[in-house]
């Protein structure tokens, strides 16, 4: 996704990543669903280490973006999302922790049942958090952006974004 992040809206950038992120989690949330039903198999297990691969690559970048690049041109305006959404991306690192710690579990106990219900509490849990967290920046967050942002300051966000 860095490579793309030459838009000159930094919000659609990050509306399309979020995008990305959620056909991720979908797919996670399926190959999951299928371990629960179906137990281990090779199949399942590979869309959980893609997902889990997009998450640690794609997202951490994106949400670094977002508090490096958006996050302090708003803080000029207003403050208050601004935190909220530093404190889920501190929750979701965690959760996402967790999700990584149960996936190595599944791999190293493939026939255990409770390691793959780990593996989908964990999942679950952590997708709910993500599709949350997306929704509130899409829905609140970015047409709060645009409401106080002028085109001069959403440029500084583009550039900061490179």
Avoid: W
């Avoid at 992120?21 to 198999?41: C, K, P, Y």
């Avoid at 780990?118 to 829905?139: A, D, W, Y």
């Amino acid at each position: 996704m860095r490579a793309e992040r030459v838009s000159i809206d930094p919000i659609a950038q990050f509306m399309q990543e979020h995008d990305q992120a959620l056909t991720q989690l979908s797919a996670l949330t399926r190959a999951t669903q299928s371990i629960e039903s179906q137990g281990f198999t090779a199949e399942a297990y590979r869309k959980v280490l893609n997902a889990l691969e997009f998450i640690d690559d794609e997202v951490s970048v994106h949400n670094a973006c977002e508090e490096e690049a958006l996050f302090p041109v708003l803080e000029r305006y207003v403050e208050g999302p601004t935190k909220l959404m530093r404190d889920e991306h501190k929750v979701l690192r965690r959760e996402f922790r967790k999700l990584r710690t149960a996936v190595a579990r599944l791999e190293r106990e493939r026939e255990s049942v409770p390691a793959a219900q780990e593996l989908v509490r964990v999942s679950r849990g952590m997708v709910q958090l993500f599709v949350n967290h997306i929704h509130k920046e899409n829905h609140i967050l970015f047409p709060l952006v645009q409401k106080f942002l002028t085109k001069d300051a959403l440029r500084e966000v583009a550039r900061r974004m490179l």
